[in-house]
């Protein structure tokens, strides 16, 4: 298939599906541009190797071929076969999340071969040789035996990630008609989308029902909903909110295997559809459930997996304005696509754009605290470039603030410098919380986390500073609205944690999105800001200094059923907490005050610097996303954080030793990683360890003979 030069991925709709015949290869391939080929449908597998040490010795280990490429500076890196009973793609990779190698192989699958160029540079090798035909036994064989060594000349023990591979639909011809009108009867049965009636839901059952149910391409569904859908729709979507609904329907899990419908007697599809009895059957995209995940071979047998979901439910990312144009910019030009990174740095920008200026009957304001957390290198950190540049483009630098806090009293003086209104893009805000939870941090670092709970606090008043003994020295700051968009790996973030960090309701104040593990690579373009996007922020700062007094604000009124949204949510909970222990009723205690930020932020994306009032469907999106989000956050917590301060201390040795070569290390080594402790304290938490069965103690057998201290397998304490 074709891709843009210089790029890893197609870009066409329904590239999966696309064949050329050798005459028509010429007209389709030319001018520039990179070239992939398809894997699933010819057989083909790609030995894809990631580093160094496996492609040293490929050759020693894997079967002969003489279809070995590569490209620039980087020679023999792909061995190609072909395996037609080898249909999904698997990627080893080391603990610490060094790559191995990939082996891709099935079903909406491709790699890019030459005369393509890098994204970094450099060209491809054509591939010219054909490719040697190996048993699925052979090659899976001879791949773990070399992952065997290179991980063993790394001292750790490999990982195998199965990738599913994306639900698409195998033709035999470039159009079913059959198909397609039986699909169009289905849709014309199917409950209209009508504004506020769940009317996004309405859309998002049909999107679900053509691309899963009936199989079909994002090309057909999209004719679809435009011709037999959309006339009864009030009022009518655009092509591009349609075209994001199918998108979206191609990406989320699904109850039901792939063509579900497309498979069933005709006279089962008669009659209506309901779609509350779709949204109650668990394939409500705004109800994280045990759902099943479809994979495809190349001979259409369906496997399904059991997974439960945490990610924000496909639903609430559709977020309509200027939210939704950020997030898109976002997603088309990221390394790697992370949705809901994408909406967690969108939503920041809008906060910080609202500022003093917005507030609700509560007299809350849009500050937030934002926290995005994903691996490293999986895409965190795109959201903070995409934000400062916009701010650029619309002239608004002065919005954004410091990347790191360097002190309590720097974080006072950013803030007062900014007249109370800014955005901190703040990367490894996992350090925060360790300082926060170190008993043994400096003064000016511990008494971080303290001063922006009082920030968060004190944007419906005033923020009181530190009484000095020089009076000038005390800062005083009427209604501070501090946005805080921070990111960090996982392992930092909840590492970070205590019990008690979260009961004195530090961590409730966050909003904390999680990106994917393994995100699809990006498109990688260059951030250009599109023109209209500059002005409709630039509309933000023109307004404000058009009217306001700084420090007073125009109320955002509560419009027709959002009282009910609001009783509902606080019934909810209330259910929630009843019965729960102190850390369950300290998150959920957070969520309402949360949902009123987020449904002054909905409505002024979708309305501009002219929102006058929130209505119902900004206040349910934002009672959705406050309650998922405490509800995964409540679930991370269970896993990982520690009730008690030795707990906490028995969980940062166990997964320092983890990361060890061998997963283990001699107590001199732990006495340098651990200084902070006294000896006693060290030996107390190795003993507890061992008493746990987590790890185990012995002599060095070596010439040292000192003590050394092993992993064995556990969980957190």
Same mark, same amino acid.
């Given at each position: 298939?074709?891709?843009?030069?210089?790029?890893?991925?197609?870009?066409?709709?329904?590239?999966? @599906?696309?064949?050329?015949?050798?005459?028509?290869?010429?007209?389709?391939?030319?001018?520039?541009?990179?070239?992939?080929?398809?894997?699933?449908?010819?057989?083909?597998?790609?030995?894809?190797?990631?580093?160094?040490?496996?492609?040293?010795?490929?050759?020693?280990?894997?079967?002969? %071929?003489?279809?070995?490429?590569?490209?620039?500076?980087?020679?023999?890196?792909?061995?190609?076969?072909?395996?037609?009973?080898?249909?999904?793609?698997?990627?080893?990779?080391?603990?610490?999340?060094?790559?191995?190698?990939?082996?891709?192989?099935?079903?909406?699958?491709?790699?890019?071969?030459?005369?393509?160029?890098?994204?970094?540079?450099?060209?491809?090798?054509?591939?010219?040789?054909?490719?040697?035909?190996?048993?699925?036994?052979?090659?899976?064989?001879?791949?773990?035996?070399?992952?065997?060594?290179?991980?063993?000349?790394?001292?750790?023990?490999? /990982?195998?990630?199965?990738?599913?591979?994306?639900?698409?639909?195998?033709?035999?011809?470039?159009?079913?008609?059959?198909?397609?009108?039986?699909?169009?009867?289905?849709?014309?049965?199917?409950?209209?989308?009508?504004?506020?009636?769940?009317?996004?839901?309405?859309? @998002?059952?049909?999107?679900?029902?053509?691309?899963?149910?009936?199989?079909?391409?994002?090309?057909?569904?999209?004719?679809?909903?435009?011709?037999? @859908?959309?006339?009864?729709?009030?009022?009518?979507?655009?092509?591009?909110?349609?075209?994001?609904?199918?998108?979206?329907?191609?990406?989320?899990?699904?109850?039901?295997?792939?063509?579900?419908?497309?498979?069933?007697?005709?006279?089962?599809?008669?009659?209506?559809?309901?779609?509350?009895?779709?949204?109650?059957?668990?394939?409500?995209?705004?109800?994280?459930?045990?759902?099943?995940?479809?994979?495809?071979?190349?001979?259409?047998?369906?496997?399904?997996?059991?997974?439960?979901?945490?990610?924000?439910?496909?639903?609430?990312?559709?977020?309509?304005?200027?939210?939704?144009?950020?997030?898109?910019?976002?997603?088309?030009?990221?390394?790697?696509? $992370?949705?809901?990174?994408?909406?967690?740095?969108?939503?920041?920008? $809008?906060?910080?754009?609202?500022?003093?200026?917005?507030?609700?009957?509560?007299?809350?304001?849009?500050?937030?605290?934002?926290?995005?957390?994903?691996?490293?290198?999986?895409?965190?950190?795109?959201?903070?470039?995409?934000?400062?540049?916009?701010?650029?483009?619309?002239?608004?630098?002065?919005?954004?603030?410091?990347?790191?806090?360097?002190?309590?009293?720097?974080?006072?003086?950013?803030?007062?410098?900014?007249?109370?209104?800014?955005?901190?893009?703040?990367?490894?805000?996992?350090?925060?919380?360790?300082?926060?939870?170190?008993?043994?941090?400096?003064?000016?670092?511990?008494?971080?986390?303290?001063?922006?709970?009082?920030?968060?606090?004190?944007?419906?008043?005033?923020?009181?500073?530190?009484?000095?003994?020089?009076?000038?020295?005390?800062?005083?700051?009427?209604?501070? %609205?501090?946005?805080?968009?921070?990111?960090?790996?996982?392992?930092?973030?909840?590492?970070?944690?205590?019990?008690?960090?979260?009961?004195?309701? @530090?961590?409730?104040?966050?909003?904390?999105?999680?990106?994917?593990?393994?995100?699809?690579?990006?498109?990688?373009?260059?951030?250009?800001?599109?023109?209209?996007?500059?002005?409709?922020?630039?509309?933000?700062?023109?307004? $404000?200094?058009?009217?306001?007094?700084?420090?007073?604000?125009?109320?955002?009124?509560?419009?027709?059923?959002?009282?009910?949204?609001?009783?509902?949510?606080?019934?909810?909970?209330?259910?929630?907490?009843?019965?729960?222990?102190?850390?369950?009723?300290?998150?959920?205690?957070?969520?309402?005050?949360?949902?009123?930020?987020?449904?002054?932020?909905?409505?002024?994306?979708?309305?501009?610097?002219?929102?006058? !009032?929130?209505?119902?469907?900004?206040?349910?999106?934002?009672?959705?996303?406050?309650?998922?989000?405490?509800?995964?956050?409540?679930?991370?917590?269970?896993?990982?954080?520690?009730?008690?301060?030795?707990?906490?201390?028995?969980?940062?040795?166990?997964?320092?030793?983890? !990361?060890?070569?061998? $997963?283990?290390?001699?107590?001199?080594?732990?006495?340098?990683?651990?200084?902070?402790?006294?000896?006693?304290?060290?030996?107390?938490?190795?003993?507890?360890?061992?008493?746990?069965?987590?790890?185990?103690? /012995?002599?060095?057998?070596?010439?040292?003979?000192?003590?050394?201290?092993?992993?064995?397998?556990?969980?957190?304490?």
């Amino acid at each position: 298939m074709r891709i843009p030069r210089g790029s890893k991925g197609p870009v066409e709709p329904g590239w999966q @599906f696309r064949h050329y015949d050798e005459a028509g290869i010429p007209a389709a391939f030319a001018g520039e541009c990179n070239v992939g080929l398809l894997l699933g449908a010819s057989g083909l597998v790609d030995i894809d190797i990631d580093c160094d040490e496996a492609a040293d010795l490929a050759g020693r280990y894997l079967p002969r %071929t003489d279809a070995v490429t590569g490209r620039t500076g980087h020679p023999r890196r792909h061995y190609w076969y072909r395996c037609p009973e080898i249909t999904a793609t698997k990627r080893y990779k080391a603990p610490r999340g060094q790559k191995i190698l990939e082996v891709r192989a099935g079903a909406g699958v491709q790699t890019v071969v030459g005369p393509s160029t890098h994204p970094e540079g450099g060209v491809y090798d054509i591939l010219e040789a054909e490719p040697a035909e190996v048993s699925a036994e052979e090659l899976t064989a001879a791949v773990e035996a070399l992952v065997g060594q290179v991980v063993a000349l790394w001292g750790q023990t490999a /990982e195998v990630v199965s990738r599913p591979i994306r639900r698409t639909r195998q033709v035999e011809s470039p159009v079913d008609h059959k198909l397609i009108l039986r699909a169009a009867g289905y849709v014309e049965q199917m409950s209209p989308s009508i504004s506020g009636q769940h009317g996004h839901d309405a859309l @998002f059952a049909a999107a679900c029902a053509l691309v899963n149910g009936f199989g079909l391409s994002p090309a057909e569904a999209e004719s679809i909903l435009l011709v037999d @859908f959309n006339p009864r729709c009030q009022p009518p979507w655009s092509e591009r909110d349609i075209r994001r609904k199918v998108d979206q329907a191609g990406i989320v899990a699904h109850n039901e295997p792939l063509g579900y419908l497309r498979d069933r007697d005709d006279s089962i599809l008669d009659g209506d559809f309901d779609v509350d009895a779709w949204m109650a059957s668990g394939a409500s995209p705004t109800t994280p459930a045990p759902v099943m995940i479809a994979a495809e071979s190349s001979a259409s047998t369906v496997v399904t997996r059991d997974v439960t979901d945490w990610s924000i439910p496909a639903g609430l990312l559709d977020v309509p304005g200027l939210i939704g144009d950020v997030m898109a910019l976002n997603l088309s030009t990221c390394f790697k696509i $992370q949705r809901e990174l994408a909406l967690a740095s969108a939503i920041a920008l $809008q906060a910080v754009l609202c500022g003093p200026r917005i507030k609700d009957s509560r007299d809350a304001r849009t500050n937030m605290y934002i926290i995005a957390v994903a691996a490293t290198a999986a895409g965190k950190d795109h959201g903070r470039v995409v934000n400062r540049r916009i701010l650029e483009a619309a002239g608004m630098s002065q919005y954004e603030g410091a990347s790191r806090i360097g002190s309590e009293v720097g974080l006072i003086r950013h803030v007062e410098a900014y007249a109370g209104n800014v955005l901190l893009q703040i990367d490894e805000f996992g350090k925060v919380l360790r300082a926060m939870n170190n008993p043994r941090s400096a003064p000016y670092l511990a008494a971080i986390p303290g001063t922006l709970l009082e920030l968060y606090s004190a944007s419906s008043s005033s923020y009181r500073g530190t009484a000095n003994a020089d009076v000038a020295l005390t800062k005083v700051m009427d209604h501070p %609205t501090l946005t805080i968009l921070g990111s960090t790996v996982a392992e930092s973030l909840y590492k970070g944690l205590k019990r008690e960090s979260i009961t004195d309701g @530090f961590v409730p104040r966050l909003l904390i999105f999680e990106g994917l593990d393994d995100p699809e690579d990006g498109p990688k373009r260059k951030v250009e800001v599109p023109e209209q996007l500059a002005y409709d922020v630039r509309q933000w700062a023109m307004s $404000q200094a058009a009217g306001n007094v700084w420090g007073v604000a125009d109320e955002v009124a509560d419009g027709p059923g959002v009282n009910e949204v609001w009783a509902n949510l606080a019934a909810n909970i209330k259910d929630r907490s009843k019965g729960g222990d102190e850390v369950t009723r300290a998150v959920w205690s957070r969520v309402e005050q949360h949902a009123g930020k987020l449904a002054m932020i909905h409505a002024a994306s979708r309305h501009g610097a002219v929102v006058k !009032r929130v209505d119902r469907e900004s206040a349910e999106w934002a009672a959705s996303l406050s309650s998922h989000l405490a509800s995964r956050l409540l679930h991370r917590v269970r896993e990982r954080v520690a009730e008690t301060e030795y707990g906490h201390q028995c969980n940062e040795l166990l997964d320092w030793l983890k !990361r060890q070569p061998g $997963q283990s290390a001699t107590m001199t080594a732990v006495a340098r990683a651990f200084r902070g402790y006294r000896s006693d304290e060290r030996k107390e938490i190795v003993k507890g360890l061992v008493e746990m069965n987590l790890i185990i103690a /012995e002599r060095d057998r070596g010439k040292g003979g000192g003590a050394v201290i092993r992993a064995v397998e556990g969980g957190w304490v």
